[in-house]
């Protein structure tokens, strides 16, 4: 019989995908979920975006692209990356992909060969998806604590201690899936000031909820000072207008640019044609959809973060971005018996009808930091507060 390549076989997943099939089963068989699983927005593209592609389409936009994209839109790119970063990018250092998903293997293929040792520092928590790739292009992952001790930030001092001749690659994603949290300027200040040190180190900054910050403003690492040369700046439209079906995500590197649209070719040959449309009429057309879609997610959550803390057994800190939180439930653990947060998100899911993911889900338990679990807060204002009264009736009735 022929044999699953090794490699293969050390890809993880998107083990949200795994629950979200326990729910869809869950809700089959007729019981109510609420579901805060998904890290999605719940609201539908602005029709003026659909009407972008409608028209592109018809207009017989529907051909292959060049792979970094159509000029249209990484002229657009390079505006939106040079405003909101406050730098100069250039149409020629953008390239559009399906989504902002791929330029994380892109990435790691391209600054990183397999099988010498070469190490990649990733977020843990972090998404699945780093870790994942890092093991199966073959290099070595290097798991950075995100810290609730540190407010969902960074020990920078330890991040220079893993640092050492073999690193290639530090991934940063700020706001960050799942905590929340973002890095605030002198945090990047410090962590640009070691990375400036190490002449073979290149940053990729995952950004794809740059629009989400709901304290202060956000920044790039890109922006300080000698980063931008070494920094893969990557965005998207699927959370910022709500399009993550649409599959649209660009990145820019001005060295790097020709390399990742060569694995473009390589891989997809381009975007899909008419959703590199949309993508320019989301960012060139008025912003007021996607600014409403993003106030509500602030007030949702104020409603979560609050119906969190007066839950007896749950902390939760408000975090300044995105749309999760990752309350800390130890204690709440305790009350009801449960091993780990594991445990508890099953037993919530199958006893209260309340779908959340737990840490395990997004790599490793990072020592002193206690259980947690995450719940997206892109649900209605509803379901939130009904999922708030599962999970307190939940522990209530479930003390050991
Ligand atoms: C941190 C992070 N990066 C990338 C992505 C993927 O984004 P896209 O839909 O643009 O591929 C996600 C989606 O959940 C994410 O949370």
């Known amino acids: 019989m022929p044999q699953v390549s090794e490699r293969t076989k050390l890809l993880g997943t998107e083990t949200a995908f795994d629950v979200l099939k326990e729910v869809e089963e869950l809700t089959r068989r007729g019981k109510s979920v609420m579901n805060f699983c998904i890290g999605q927005p719940d609201f539908d593209t602005p029709e003026y975006i659909k009407e972008g592609a409608i028209k592109a389409i018809k207009a017989g936009k529907t051909g292959y692209t060049p792979s970094p994209g159509i000029p249209e839109l990484r002229e657009a790119v390079a505006q939106f990356f040079s405003k909101t970063r406050d730098i100069d990018v250039k149409p020629e250092w953008v390239v559009v992909a399906c989504g902002a998903k791929p330029f994380i293997g892109y990435t790691i293929l391209s600054v990183t060969d397999p099988g010498v040792g070469h190490e990649v520092i ?223 998100r099953k037993r919530l899911l199958y006893e209260a009808g309340v779908a959340i993911l737990s840490d395990i889900h997004f790599g490793h338990k990072n020592e002193g930091e206690g259980e947690h679990v995450r719940f997206s807060y892109a649900a209605s204002e509803e379901n939130i507060k009904e999922g708030l009264r599962r999970l307190k009736a939940f522990i209530e009735e479930n003390r050991v």
């Open 122 to 344: 990733y977020p843990n928590p972090g998404f699945p998806i780093y870790e994942s790739l890092i093991r199966a292009y073959g290099a070595v992952p290097v798991p950075l604590p995100v810290l609730e001790a540190k407010n969902f930030s960074i020990d920078v001092d330890y991040l220079e201690k893993l640092i050492n001749e073999r690193t290639r690659l530090i991934i940063l994603n700020s706001p960050h899936n799942p905590t929340g949290g973002a890095l605030d300027k002198d945090t990047l200040e410090q962590i640009a000031d070691i990375v400036k040190r190490h002449e073979n180190i290149w940053v990729f900054s995952d950004e794809v909820y740059s629009s989400m910050v709901y304290e202060g403003k956000f920044v790039s690492i890109a922006s300080i000072d000698g980063m931008q040369e070494r920094t893969i700046i990557v965005d998207g439209v699927s959370k910022t207008y709500a399009m993550t079906g649409w599959r649209i995500g660009f990145a820019t590197n001005p060295k790097l640019a020709p390399y990742l649209a060569r694995w473009v070719t390589n891989t997809d040959s381009c975007a899909p044609h008419p959703n590199q449309y949309a993508a320019l009429t989301a960012l060139t057309g008025p912003q007021d959809d996607s600014k409403r879609m993003i106030e509500r997610f602030r007030l949702r959550r104020d409603l979560i973060v609050d119906g969190l803390n007066k839950i007896e057994g749950v902390r939760c800190i408000k975090p300044k971005g995105a749309f999760y939180v990752w309350p800390n439930v130890t204690e709440a653990c305790k009350i009801v018996g449960a091993k780990d947060s594991e445990e508890f």
